[in-house]
């Protein structure tokens, strides 16, 4: 009976080497399409954090819309039909940011 158990035996620490390289040729896929799901999902916190980005330009945008905006309300109510038609323009660009806002 040993003579037939020591071929096995001697075998196996050879064996083991395959063992584990067909382990992670089986489990490959899994592997790939989970790292897959990561790269094309977004998670909460990158969502969070693409808002907050939008958020703070459009805040940015709205502050120097509102600074040419009150500029050309002064020249307007001096005289100047330019400035008059330039604070109109800026007026309706802020509304529409404010409407995208919310």
């Known amino acids: 009976m040993f003579r ?12 083991a080497g395959c063992i584990s390289t ?4 089986v489990t490959a896929p899994v592997r790939v399409a989970g790292k897959a799901v990561d790269w094309t999902t977004t998670s ?8 907050g980005r939008n958020l703070r330009k459009r805040e ?4 120097k819309l509102d600074r040419q905006y009150r500029k050309h309300q002064r020249e307007c109510q001096a005289g100047s039909q330019r400035a008059c ?8 660009q802020m509304q ?7």
């Open 4 to 15: 037939r158990l020591l071929p096995v035996l001697l075998l196996a620490p050879l064996t």
């Open 22 to 25: 067909a382990a992670h040729i």
């Open 44 to 51: 909460q916190s990158e969502a969070d954090e693409k808002r």
């Open 60 to 63: 940015a945008e709205l502050g």
């Open 85 to 92: 038609d330039q604070a109109r323009n800026e007026y309706e």
């Open 96 to 102: 529409r940011i404010n409407t995208s806002v919310r």
